[in-house]
């Protein structure tokens, strides 16, 4: 089998053109002299995207680019704070064929959106496949229904394929999110990369959340709206399970833009395992989350503390490099982790390292992870999730 070649490259160089070119550089110079056959790059929003896009591909030529806008980036073992930088993974070929599409419209309609992603992927790589396959999504993260995205992704891949990526981030503001295909930098969209394998693929993800309580039905929802839990309001039995009698000093968190909760719903899948589930208050006091739980599903309210979130790193690594010859590990993980460490932020990638010895790490900090194996469900937050090639 032939060998897969890695380069990494980071930059935080304030010009977009100088940080694209500089973080492009080193990544190529890992391939040591090899054409890069898939390039991905993570970046901040802040910087010209389509400036650094292009100062990218004039180092990397014509190779097929995707990524994704972040809220922090990590390579390596080292964090790339949120507001800063720019992350570049250059992969020869090896023994896999890669091919990259993406799609506009997920706001209108994201399961079509979806089924169409997966289809152009498919075709992207040509009409030989090997006998497995991966998808790797990068998807805006403020944009439509990521879970229902997934749902169209699985209805054209099948139950075979596993799913694994992540949304789009804008360095923890709610604002534009934005994902890369080749020159084209997209609003509203999703790209994927078809990864065609000799062997398996292995997609892994670990929480670190405890449940509160008993499981509940969720009674009453109106898309990202959760308007009763039980058959009782349900910002009422959230706040029940708060450590403080002020509901305000659960709720913020003071890295991030918004009302972002040390809790979460854990949605409960068919083996008892529990999808993690973002939430928040809006304006007008009401439990929102990241995407529509389903009415009637069973939950339970989560929560963490940093040591719970951190302890998942070595598990998730073990379990993703339990792979022949693992060359690199792609890693996401979300902005609301890092806002729960705070200034232990920077343990989460050292860890992630550390357990992965000689297999670099590369990942960003997502508005949501995909990481599905089996069933249709794997739209995540709180999560880390991976992938080793």
């Not at 929480?207 to 969720?218: A, D, F, I, S």
Request: aromatic content about 6%; overall charge negative.
């Amino acid at each position: 089998m032939t060998d897969l070649r890695v380069g990494t490259g980071a930059s935080e160089h304030a010009d977009a053109a100088r940080a694209g070119r500089e973080a492009a550089e080193q990544a190529v110079r890992g391939l040591a002299g090899e054409p890069p056959a898939l390039v991905l790059m993570y970046a901040t929003a802040c910087y010209d995207l389509p400036a650094l896009v292009a100062a990218v591909r004039a180092v990397t030529g014509g190779a097929s680019l995707a990524g994704a806008s972040s809220s922090g980036q990590f390579s390596a073992g080292r964090l790339i704070e949120p507001g800063r930088g720019v992350s570049v993974l250059a992969l020869g070929a090896g023994p896999y064929r890669f091919g990259v599409a993406s799609v506009t419209g997920m706001r209108a309609d994201a399961f079509a959106a979806g089924r169409d992603l997966s289809r152009a992927a498919m075709a992207a790589v040509g009409p030989d496949r090997g006998p497995h396959s991966a998808l790797l999504v990068f998807s805006d993260g403020l944009a439509g229904d990521p879970q229902g995205l997934l749902n169209g992704i699985y209805q054209v891949a099948g139950a075979a394929v596993p799913v694994v990526g992540g949304a789009a981030a804008a360095d923890r503001a709610l604002s534009e999110t934005l994902v890369f295909h080749d020159d084209r930098v997209l609003g509203d969209g999703a790209v994927a990369v078809w990864i065609d394998s000799p062997r398996a693929l292995r997609v892994v993800s670990g929480h670190g959340w405890r449940p509160h309580g008993l499981p509940l039905l969720v009674t009453k929802v109106d898309g990202p709206v959760v308007h009763e839990i039980a058959g009782r309001p349900a910002r009422e039995v959230y706040e029940e399970n708060f450590r403080y009698e002020d509901p305000m000093q659960e709720l913020p968190t003071p890295r991030s833009a918004g009302y972002h909760s040390a809790h979460a719903f854990g949605l409960i899948e068919p083996d008892g395992s529990e999808l993690i589930r973002g939430a928040f208050v809006d304006d007008d006091g009401l439990i929102r989350t990241f995407t529509p739980l389903p009415p009637y599903g069973a939950v339970q309210i989560m929560s963490c503390d940093p040591d719970d979130l951190l302890n998942v790193c070595e598990p998730v690594v073990a379990d993703a490099l339990a792979v022949e010859s693992p060359r690199v590990m792609l890693t996401f993980s979300c902005a609301a982790r890092m806002d729960i460490l705070r200034e232990r932020a920077a343990e989460e990638p050292t860890r992630l390292q550390e357990a992965a010895g000689p297999v670099p790490t590369f990942g960003f900090y997502t508005y949501g992870e995909f990481a599905r194996s089996t069933g249709v469900s794997g739209y995540h937050n709180a999560t880390l999730t991976a992938l080793a090639l």
